[in-house]
Structure formats: C-alpha cells, structure tokens
T-cell receptor, first 113, second 110 residues
Framework: DAGVTQSPTHLIKTRGQQVTLRCSPK?????VSWYQQALGQGPQFIFQYYEEEERQRGNFPDRFSGHQFPNYSSELNVNALLLGDSALYLC????????????FGEGSWLTVV | KNEVEQSPQNLTAQEGEFITINCSYS?????LHWLQQHPGGGIVSLFMLSSGKKKHGRLIATINIQEKHSSLHITASHPRDSAVYICAVNYGGSQGNLIFGKGTKLSVKP
C-alpha cells in the first residue's frame, strides 16, 4: 500500500502563474483534505473533498480551488500566485470506514518567486 | 475562536529522558490527534484520541475531556525521536478538517 502520494515534491513558480498539485489517497480512503503549511507554522485547512464535492472550506480565497476524481484522487489549483503562497502543501486522506485515522502525504513544497 | 495551544514550543532533552508535550484547546472536540513531522515535511499520525489514554511503544497519549487538555509522553527518549510534534483537533465531528497547534520542536541529544 503506497499510502498517500503527492506530486510534485518541489516546484518553483513565478508570481501571477498558476499551479496544480496532485494527491492520490491511501487505498480505501474516500475523503481528501488539503492543508497549507507556512514555514514555522502549523498547517491551515484549505478544503476537503468527498464524493467529488467540496464538503468544507477553510479561510482561503477563491484563487484556491480543487477537484476530486471518481478514483478519489484530488488536485489543488492555485491561480494568480502570490509570494505569500510559498508553503508546504499537504494532502491528507481518511475514511469513516477506516475509523477516521488520517494519513498524510509527504507534501509539495511550492516556492513563488 | 477555536484555538489549539501547545507547550513548550521548543524542547531539548538528553537521550533517555522522559518527555512531556502539552496541548490545550478551547471548545468541545470530537477527536484529538498527535502527529509527528520530520524536517522533510511528511506528517505521520501517532494517535487519535477521543477519551482516556493510548500507548504505542514508548509513546503514550492522554486526554482529559473536562479540562480540554492532552499530553504526549515519550519514555526513554532517543535522538531518532527528534521531530516536530503537532497536536490537532476535530471540532464538531468534521472528519479530516483539523485545527492544528503550532507544534513542539523536540531535539534529543545523545
């Protein structure tokens, strides 16, 4: 079981550009959550997807959008990148059937220059 | 405002010492998680608690619902335990929607 996999692991973008980050949940998990972790801070909840719908959303602007596919994998898209979007983006998967234990990916390090 | 407070922020210990990290939260929760994050970034879930106490190897996690407080203990600490330990909570039964503390950076010296 590969656990939660994220790609890419590192990337550098320029201000104003758009980025797409990808996440494959742990096998058997149907819920995917995305978090942003700035350097030296705890992760902040961006949004959560379940059954291809955004179920909950944190305090992030509309520049942050996402998608969940029928195979439960998910994408996080960020438009009009700002320097302040530089962070580690973490994906976490879970499932009620699996007792709500949460599994995290290794994260995608985004640097905006 | 929902907040999760951890203490201490930084902790340095000698190998073999008993470690305690504390977490407090402001309102009722459905579950509390203790997580470990290594410098590479990946997060590992150590415990999920809604009441009582759990033990896994040298790690022990306790929670007091009435006092809205949880502790993570590490017995016989080892340099490989060096990491950031994060407390996170689920409010209102929201599966996977976690509110995180800022973490406790633990360094265990040989």
């Amino acid at each position: 079981d590969a656990g939660v996999t994220q790609s890419p692991t590192h990337l550098i973008k320029t201000r104003g550009q758009q980025v797409t980050l990808r996440c494959s949940p742990k096998s058997g998990h149907d819920t995917v959550s995305w978090y942003q972790q700035a350097l030296g801070q705890g992760p902040q909840f961006i949004f959560q997807y379940y059954e291809e719908e955004e179920r909950q959303r944190g305090n992030f602007p509309d520049r942050f959008s996402g998608h969940q596919f029928p195979n439960y994998s998910s994408e996080l898209n960020v438009n009009a990148l700002l320097l302040g979007d530089s962070a580690l983006y973490l994906c976490a998967s879970s499932s009620l059937r699996s007792g709500n234990t949460i599994y995290f990916g290794e994260g995608s390090w985004l640097t905006v220059v | 405002k929902n907040e999760v407070e951890q203490s201490p922020q930084n902790l340095t210990a000698q190998e073999g010492e008993f470690i305690t990290i504390n977490c407090s939260y402001s309102v009722g929760i459905s579950a509390l998680h203790w997580l470990q994050q290594h410098p590479g970034g990946g997060i590992v879930s150590l415990f999920m608690l809604s009441s009582g106490k759990k033990k896994h190897g040298r790690l022990i996690a306790t929670i007091n619902i009435q006092e809205k407080h949880s502790s993570l203990h590490i017995t016989a600490s080892h340099p490989r335990d060096s990491a950031v330990y994060i407390c996170a909570v689920n409010y209102g039964g929201s599966q996977g929607n976690l509110i995180f503390g800022k973490g406790t950076k633990l360094s265990v010296k040989p």
